[in-house]
């Protein structure tokens, strides 16, 4: 999740745990410094953009290394406060572990369980920001430090944000059996499936399918009623994938995305995409990996090349999608807004390119 997220869910914890033991404030301050903590080893710098993505939510994030790295933390919190140990310790190691396990409520994929594994676990059911969690955090961790009644308005604000993460998996879980009938009625058998919600909503889910060379994406909403889901089909580069199966920077991403990924040519190198964040035509995650033809054994490291749509073009579509609005994806609703002349026919099944919108770089 977002740094402020994670801020607001270590101070709420924080204080949940020391209660009257320490002022609400001091409890709130180590806790948003605490819940910051994991996400520091962003700042960590592998020489390459792809090694970059799948060694973030590592080891600070593993629920093991957490544990032993709670100890230290809370004895000097403790030190400084004079203040007895355990109480502190039980806070900050809930605070860690409560940062990782959210983190795992994500698409990205965190690796909970390093160092006996670097499998990375994503439910997938929240966006890295969703103000519906984050608001009742903030709310009650704000009117414990500043009224007498801390218990009462923190504890309210957990259990908010923890009724909301549970909406997210129901909610998840009516959107992929949307997804599943409404493919089968289309004729398409996935070999994957994966639905994520929308930025900054659970009411409109998006869907992507892989069916071998190629996936399907379409978006299905809380509030679309009883209309079937529109699927628009890509190529996810067949052949590519088949003749560069060996490349170690492909073999990375496939992994860690679960198989969600795709492989193009463009301009003589090779460009590899997470499929899961974002939609088309626009990735947070994808790469430059290189010349076509190079060899594996002497790659020059991988450059992030993601793009992500600008905010002025995206929120409208957004809102009105998620209230169930019918329109079409985002990146031909664009086209017919402008009157683009490059605009796709709306019944095309296989669309060969996007037409052109604004994007904004990733940072």
Known sequence: MDSLTQI???AAVTVAVMGRRTAAWKAAAWGAVVGT?????ALVQHGDAVLDMVRHRAETHAL????LASFPIAWLIARVHGQPFGRWWLAVWLTLVTHALLDAFTVYGTQLLQPFTDTAYGVGSVFIIDPLYTLPLLVGVLAAVLSRQRAGWNTAGLALSSAYLAWSVGAQQWATQQAAQDLAAQGVKPEQLLVTPAPLTTLLWRVVAVDGGHHH???????????????ERHDRGGALLSRHADHPQVQRIARFSDGFYRLREQDGRLRLTDLRMGQEPAYVFDFD????EAAHGALPPAVREGQRI???DGLPWLRARALGADLPPLNRWLAQRDGDPAERDATSSTPTGAPPIRLAAQP
């Open 310 to 312: 600008a905010l002025a």
């Open 64 to 67: 093991p290394i957490q544990t």
């Open 8 to 10: 607001a869910l270590g």
């Open 37 to 41: 903590l994991p996400d520091l080893d």
């Open 289 to 292: 990996i290189g010349p076509a």
């Open 217 to 231: 994406e379409g978006y299905v909403g809380v509030l679309d009623g009883e209309r079937p889901i529109h699927f």
